[in-house]
């Protein structure tokens, strides 16, 4: 994955996160020392920092380049791109389907960089609501289109695991500018194209 090679960590904070993994590990009454549990630390902060990667990245280079001028102004619609993020109330996963829809004014961007936008938003410590004005915020500051529409459903791990809530229940935030915003039409045209999609 081209994506990691964006992934700058100062070499001095290397294995300081794995450090307090081991702290953490002794302090739920286990051995960090037994097989199982010998390159956790490392392993854990491996994974942890790809997936606060996002912090590293800027949405402006990762767009950069991929925009084009066009004279095409109906409604872009990039449905089902998977996301996996971080809650940060308690570092557990949430994770679902997040859809996004602009309407162009001359600019339009390639398709798999929205993809990779809402990944560089989704890596970092979120909230289901910020993540999702992130994406419509950015697409509007780099496209300036005539409006922009992103939805996201998702689970939250730390509700389902701790039965908090439903098995079952997926929380949906939405964020409308522009047109999707004014429009009741724009607005019902996105909600009819991403309505049915899997889970
Ligand atoms: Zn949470």
Redesign the pocket.
């Known amino acids: 994955m081209t994506e990691t090679s964006e992934i700058l960590v100062p070499e001095t904070s290397h294995g300081k996160i794995a450090e307090l993994v081991r702290g953490i590990l002794v302090q739920l009454g286990e051995n960090p020392d037994r097989e199982g549990l010998r390159r956790t630390p490392e392993r854990f902060e491996k994974a942890l920092r790809f997936l606060t990667s996002g912090y590293r990245q800027d949405p402006e280079k990762l767009l950069n380049g991929a925009m084009f001028s066009v004279c095409y102004d109906e409604m872009v619609v990039v449905k089902d791109i998977e996301v996996y993020s971080l809650?940060e109330?308690?570092l557990?996963p949430?994770f679902g389907k997040c859809h996004v829809a602009y309407i162009p004014n001359k600019k339009v961007v390639g398709l798999s960089k929205v993809a990779r936008l809402v990944n560089m938003y989704a890596r970092r410590l979120q909230i289901q609501e910020r993540l999702t004005n992130q994406i419509a915020r950015t697409i509007e500051e780099q496209l300036n289109p005539h409006g922009v529409g992103v939805i996201i459903e998702a689970r939250?791990l730390?509700?389902v695991m701790r039965g908090v809530e439903k098995q079952n229940s997926l929380a949906v935030t939405s964020a409308m500018l522009g047109a999707f915003r004014e429009n009741k039409e724009t607005r019902d045209e996105f909600l009819s194209l991403v309505k049915g999609s899997k889970q």
Do not use: R, T
């Open positions: 809650c109330h308690h557990l949430f939250h730390c509700m």
